[in-house]
């Protein structure tokens, strides 16, 4: 018997390849090994041109083979350990939905959104955190080609 790669793990790999390259485009991007990954998966440094800047940020991606909308947003929940290590974090951290399905990438900044709750969500497991339908973007050129060509792997 072998082990076996489930359709979760592939989206996962698929939408953190895809995002990687949509990233490169204007940042350093230093992948966190999984067995390191505490809830960063990516380190971004941002470039202007050929230099570094020294701006960086954090990126967690959660890939979806399809991205369900609901009343105009997407909700994914995350584990409040999660969200404090973000919290203590001298970066910022982004939370990403990469829609492998329909070549969309949704943000959020989970910091502002906790902001605007009461305290009492640190007495739950986790916490949904909302991404608005606007709040997307979708890769060009090059990227696009690849996204199509993992929309097929998935298929």
């Not at 939408?15 to 998966?41: K, M, T, W, Y």
């Not at 951290?93 to 399905?101: K, P, R």
């Not at 329909?102 to 902001?115: A, E, K, R, T, V």
Request: aromatic share 10%; net charge negative.
């Amino acid at each position: 018997m072998l082990p076996k790669r489930t359709k979760s793990q592939k989206i996962g790999v698929i939408a953190a390849d895809l995002l990687s390259s949509v990233l490169a485009e204007f940042c350093n991007v230093i992948p966190v090994p999984q067995e390191r990954d505490l809830g960063i998966d990516f380190i971004c440094e941002i470039m202007q041109g050929e230099h570094p800047t020294g701006k960086l940020f954090n990126i967690q991606c959660k890939g979806k083979e399809e991205a369900y909308l609901e009343n105009d947003s997407i909700s994914v929940p995350i584990k409040v350990a999660t969200l404090n290590y973000w919290l203590l974090q001298p970066n910022p951290t982004f939370l990403i939905v990469v829609d492998c399905q329909n070549g969309w990438f949704y943000w959020s900044f989970p910091q502002d959104f906790l902001g605007s709750l009461n305290r009492n969500w640190q007495e739950q497991q986790t916490v949904s955190i909302p991404f608005l339908i606007h709040n997307r973007f979708e890769p060009v050129g090059a990227t696009q080609e690849r996204q199509k060509q993992a929309r097929s792997e998935i298929e």
